[in-house]
């Protein structure tokens, strides 16, 4: 048993596990730029206080699962929050930086670390990796739809094929208090039904209770009220236009009356993505929806806001789980060996010249003879060997395909752009 572990609920992604992720957020990066969406970075911790208010009090994101973080010692008095969604620290930057006063829609991007302190099982860990995208500044339908189709371009790009659309309508504050005070009475119709931790919540955020995965909670919330019967003109009218805009673009979705999701801060629409068929029993892979409160929450001017969270951590499990070939690292198109082994002075000047000319190249520094230097170039999957020998000393190398086996003489000269040509993709 080794002496320190990673802590539970976070693994390392060794470099066969990084590439997949790499790969997702090489399409992430790429789908932003193309739509528009700017990429920003903002701390991994934040106020405390920027989740409590800005996700809500009455969470399980804020409730069970913030990672606090304080200081041992220290000047600041200042409570922290390891983040554990990317949104509400966006929209914390938004406002402090005066994003309100540049062009509108203000469109941002960005992928990383979110951390959440819940029981760890498989697709739910305490470190996980999300894509968010955010526009400020657009009170929609039409951006919701633009962003909805976004969400399932990245699926494609991804090769998840089975990936579906859940959307619902969560209305706004004309209309969410009487829709949420006659879910109230609903649910206090059945309050002895409740489980212990739903009781609770029925007091403080009733909404909360369509959200719950307690399996005694399954018909009860299938015979709720449900928000989109109970939706005013203008919100009726945002959603109607919000299905407009997806049929117009050919996204096929299904309307799911008890999606919430469950942050407080979304107003109308609110959407998540799943494998087909695994809705209600498997983990969303991605959600998000509008929050046009939240700027003003967070101390700015009112502003609309939408935006989502896509989980890259269940779409890598779900695509090992659908047989995809794992992601091939990139392999050297050389790698520099020497006939002398202890002249890694003269492979190490050679490797930098070739990477200096762009090229991909490893230099074996070590002092083992040819014939091994030349069996770790083959393991590390590089198409040539560039050797050095007495050939140097006329300025030329032997030039190995170990592909192919053979080798010929090349002069140092020309070697750079001999391997430009080999270079697959170039
Ligand atoms: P949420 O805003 O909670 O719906 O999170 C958005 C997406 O992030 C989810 O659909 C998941 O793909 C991902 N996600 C959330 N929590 C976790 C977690 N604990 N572990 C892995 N992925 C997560």
Known sequence: MPTYRAPRGTRDLLPADRAPFARLERIARDLASRYGYREIEVPIFEQGAVFEHGIGEVTDVVEKELFRVSPSRGEERERWALRPEATAGICRAYVEHGMQTWPQPVKLAMTGPMFRYDRPQAGRYRQFWQWNV???GDPGPAVDAELIELGMQFY???SLDDVEVLVNSIGDPACRP???AELAAYFRGHEAALPELERRRLAANPLRLLDSKEPAMAALIAAAPKSIDRLCGACAAHFAGVRAHLDAVSIAYRIEPALV?????????????YRRGAAGQQQAL?????YDGLVALLGGKPTPGIGFALGLD???LALESAGTAPVEEAAPIAVVVGADPADTAGRLVVATRLRGAGLAVHADLSQRKLGRQLEAAVKEGAHYAVILGDELAAGDVQLRDLDAASQKLVPLESLAALLRRKTPGA
């Open 134 to 136: 955010e526009a400020f």
């Open 156 to 158: 494609r790009a991804a």
């Open 178 to 180: 009487a829709y949420v």
């Open 261 to 273: 999701r469950g942050l407080d801060y979304y107003t109308r629409t609110t959407f998540e993505f």
């Open 286 to 290: 991605g959600g998000g929806g509008r």
């Open 314 to 316: 269940r779409v890598v």
